[in-house]
């Protein structure tokens, strides 16, 4: 039977088969250290659940709630980037509450697409990033993901050699999944040349308070002349531990915030009612929550980093994200990350996230997520140091498996 033409145009998804050979091993009673998906394994802070219970025992809240957000979230989240970055939103008319940055990405595609719009997008990236604008008939030209001097050429050559003109750029840095940077610096030239090219921004700022060395990421929305093109996503799920509670937020441009919450008014009526007032006690708290949560995963990040180099296999430590961007080793190469990660399962115990499924620049590279305890990525790592010592006493040094095409 023939695909539906939506469908047709998704490629395979490629953590899925990483996921079934999981599956498998599990099943077998295997105990799989699992690095692949980024989960995040921490408990919610103990004030955001009591006040969901609280919440939730009045029968007020159990109606429909607002799409939108109700007004006291959105003012705990611009309150939120005044305090954090200087930047001043009305919450009535810049913020709306989405469920989880993903959503609210795809929606925004949805919103703003029209069939064979350009879009500028980093490669390897967050999937949602590209497929989001695919799925609503947009075509995706790949950018470098480097923040450096070659950016701004990168864009030059995309504005010049698309037709029609691109209607919008992805920016996400902190990166998912290289973990990389951006300067504010960058920032500003970036929002220069979307100005000047009639060009929306379109920034994920999702990891923004997962950072290791003392310097907080900025926002686009920092920049003067920003808000006249940007739209930023940021999302609770790593920053509090929330990922099922699906909450997050979508700032900026009145325009683009506006065709936003129209396109979700057909098709949600918000997260749960306690959910957003418990969203908003989180964001209206001291900070301390997520300093707490950002030294869990640094000290992970600093365990795994001296462990698998220790093992072998050298990772560049990340500056921020809950993720390391990891090359495959030399001598598996040749293999690509989804042939590599499968390897990692069957004679390792160990899930990592295929760098291909981020992208086609990402094949020579593989994700390791921070979402296992100090314990546990030390024994991965003890584990890979087998499965590497074992295949270098191999004829050819590898584990046999097919080229990849």
């Not at 950002?294 to 000290?299: A, G, P």
């Amino acid at each position: 039977m023939e695909e539906f033409h939506k469908v047709r145009r998704l490629p395979p998804y490629v953590f899925e088969q990483v996921n079934r050979l999981k599956a498998s091993a599990r099943s077998r009673g295997a105990d799989i250290i699992d690095l692949g998906m980024g989960n995040p394994d921490l408990p919610t802070p103990k004030a955001i659940v009591d006040k969901l219970c609280e919440v939730v025992r009045d029968p007020r809240t159990h109606r429909y709630s607002s799409s939108r957000g109700i007004p006291g979230l959105r003012r705990a989240q611009a309150n939120y980037y005044q305090r954090r970055f200087g930047v001043k939103l009305n919450p009535d008319t810049q913020v709306v509450a989405t469920l989880g940055s993903k959503e609210g990405f795809a929606n925004m595609a949805q919103a703003i697409t029209a069939p064979g719009d350009v879009i500028l997008c980093p490669n390897p990236t967050y999937p949602i990033h590209a497929f989001g604008f695919i799925m609503s008939g947009g075509v995706i030209r790949s950018l470098q993901v480097e923040p450096d001097d070659g950016f701004i050429p990168a864009l030059e050559r995309g504005v010049r050699h698309s037709i029609p003109k691109p209607l919008a750029l992805i920016l996400n840095y902190p990166s998912n999944p290289t973990a990389l940077v951006a300067s504010l610096d960058f920032y500003k030239d970036v929002v220069a040349f979307a100005r000047k090219n009639d060009i929306i921004i379109l920034s994920d700022l999702a990891y923004s308070e997962i950072y290791f060395d003392g310097n907080p990421p900025p926002s686009v929305l920092q920049v003067p002349g920003a808000m006249d093109v940007c739209v930023e996503f940021t999302s609770m799920s790593k920053t509090f531990s929330m990922p099922g509670w699906r909450m997050g937020f979508a700032v900026g441009n009145e325009r683009l915030i506006s065709a936003l919450t129209r396109v979700k008014s057909y098709l949600d009526y918000g997260a749960f009612t306690p959910i957003q007032v418990a969203a908003a006690h989180a964001l209206n708290g001291d900070g301390a929550d997520i300093a707490e949560v950002r030294e869990v995963y640094h000290k992970r990040r600093d365990v795994m980093v001296d462990s698998f180099s220790r093992a072998g296999w050298t990772i560049p430590a990340p500056a921020a994200s809950m993720f390391a961007w990891a090359p495959i080793p030399e001598q598996f190469r040749h293999l690509g990350s989804l042939e590599f990660s499968k390897l990692l399962i069957e004679h390792a115990d160990v899930a990592v996230a295929p760098g291909v499924g981020f992208g086609e620049h990402g094949d020579d590279y593989v994700r390791l997520a921070l979402v296992e305890n100090e314990h546990r990525i030390r024994q991965a790592a003890r584990n890979i140091k087998r499965f590497l010592t074992s295949t270098a006493k191999q004829p050819n040094n590898v584990v046999p498996l097919p080229v990849r095409r």
